[in-house]
Structure formats: C-alpha cells, structure tokens
C-alpha cells in the first residue's frame, strides 16, 4: 500500500513538472540555438583556420558543449535556494503522503528529463552540422546511452546536493567562481586528457580529480570510438564514486534544511 501511494504521487509530481516545462521548452531551447551555433563557428571551423587540427574538432566540441549542463543546473540550484529560502513550495511536498526518498528521487528525475529534452536535440544539431567530424560506423550506442544516463544523474544529484548544502546568497557568490570555473578549467573538456598527460602528466593527474575530465572522455570515448581517450567504462565507474558523494551530501543537506532538530 506504502509503495503503491509512493509511486502514484511520484507519478503525479514528474508528470505535473513536465507539464510545466513543456510550455518553456519552445522558449529554452531557442535560447540555447544562438549559443549552440557559436560553438559549432568556433571550434568547427575557426579554430582550425588558426591551426588546430581537424581531428581535434569533434573532441573539443564534445567538451564544450557541457558548459549547457553546468548553465542548466545553476539555473535549478538558483531555483531550489530562492524556494527554501523565501517560497518555501518545499513545505507543501513534504506534507504529502509520499517518504522523503521518493519525493526528492522525483526531484532528480525530472530535473535529468528537462535536461535531457534541451541538450539532446542541441547535441544531435551541432553532430549534424559537424558531421564530416563525426564517423557514425564508431558510435557505441549502448555506451552512449549508459555515458547519458550517469551524466544526467551526476548533474542533477551534485546541483541539489549544492542547493540544499549552500544558502541561496553563498549560492550566489560562490557557485561560479569557487565550484564550477575550477572544476570546468582543472579538466579536460576543451583538450583530450592525454593530450596533457604527455604535455604535462603532473598537470593531468590534476584533472583527474575534477567529475567533468570523465564526463567529457567517456562521451568521447562513446561517441567517436577511439583509444585516445579514457574509456567510456571506467568513467562511470568513476562518476558512480562521485555519484555516491552527492547522494551523501544532499542526504546531509536534506537533513540540515528540514530536520534541523
């Protein structure tokens, strides 16, 4: 009976949610065209004019585009901390029927479906586009699908561990410049890391400490096929380590904000 209303009511909620962020979909993703075509320009064709070899264009446009992921995601942690700190629309969920697990697993799951709805059609665009760059004979689908999955829920659960750890004004403050500039430079999204590592293997060794160094390779390694990145399979198994990290910290923070008795 306790699972039956669990789920019903996490039913209910993603599909009220979605409901919702279908009527700005058309708006979103029109937002994110002009950024998405800058990508496409830049590394796709004027970087090279200026020397960069045109294998390395399809990698570093597969890095470059997760700056959508860390865009989208502050925009739900600015969302989150405005609500616990001034809506508090958290007091309402927590009085229905359905256990905490549940109620903050439908938070994850539907914040990995809006993301999924925006950045995977803007990918399949700039692949289009860069087609030439792209051998379709190499994609690993099964990879792909599985290096999607663990990247949506990296996201989604390391955005609401920092809502509900952080207040809305440190959030303001500090998220950028102390969070995501130093994990987004200190990886390897716009250069392969083995690129660095025979440049400067202390320097990659470095990188290997930031989440988005695995999430760029394995969409590397999944979609172009090759051994010049870290495979697809030990970068979910390392962002399931990083995963695990953030569950424990949104559970801290869960408790922090609404239990702090």
């Not at 209303?5 to 993703?29: E, M, P, W, Y």
């Not at 004027?46 to 959508?68: E, N, Q, R, V, W």
């Not at 390391?158 to 750890?165: D, G, H, M, V």
Request: hydrophobic share 50%; net charge positive; proline share 5%.
């Amino acid at each position: 009976m306790q699972f039956s209303t669990n789920a019903r009511i996490f039913c209910v909620l993603i599909s009220r949610n979605l409901f919702l962020f279908s009527r700005q979909l058309k708006s979103t993703l029109t937002d994110c065209i002009p950024p998405l075509f800058t990508q496409i320009i830049t590394f796709g064709y004027l970087f090279p004019l200026i020397g960069m070899p045109s294998s390395m264009i399809a990698p570093i446009y597969l890095g470059s585009m997760l700056t959508l992921f860390l865009q989208l995601g502050y925009a739900m942690v600015m969302k989150t901390g405005f609500d616990l700190h001034y809506n508090r629309f958290i007091d309402y969920h927590i009085t229905l029927p359905i256990s905490k697990r549940w109620l903050f697993g439908s938070y994850i799951i539907n914040h990995m479906l809006e993301v999924l709805l925006i950045t995977l059609p803007l990918y399949t665009i700039g692949i289009l586009v860069l087609h030439k760059q792209f051998d379709i004979a190499h994609i690993n689908v099964y990879a792909l699908t599985l290096m999607y999955l663990f990247i949506l829920t990296f996201f989604s659960t390391f955005f609401l561990a920092i809502s509900y750890t952080a207040t809305v004004h440190w959030i303001m403050d500090n998220v950028w410049p102390r969070i995501l500039v130093p994990l987004w430079w200190f990886s390897s999204a716009l250069v392969t890391w083995k690129k660095i590592f025979a440049w400067s293997p202390s320097i990659s060794y470095i990188m290997l400490f930031s989440p988005i160094t695995y999430i760029a390779e394995g969409m590397r390694s999944a979609l172009l096929g090759t051994d010049q990145f870290i495979g697809w399979h030990y970068c979910i198994l390392i962002l399931c380590g990083f995963i695990v990290l953030n569950v424990i910290a949104l559970n801290y923070g869960i408790k922090r904000k609404l239990d702090p008795v």
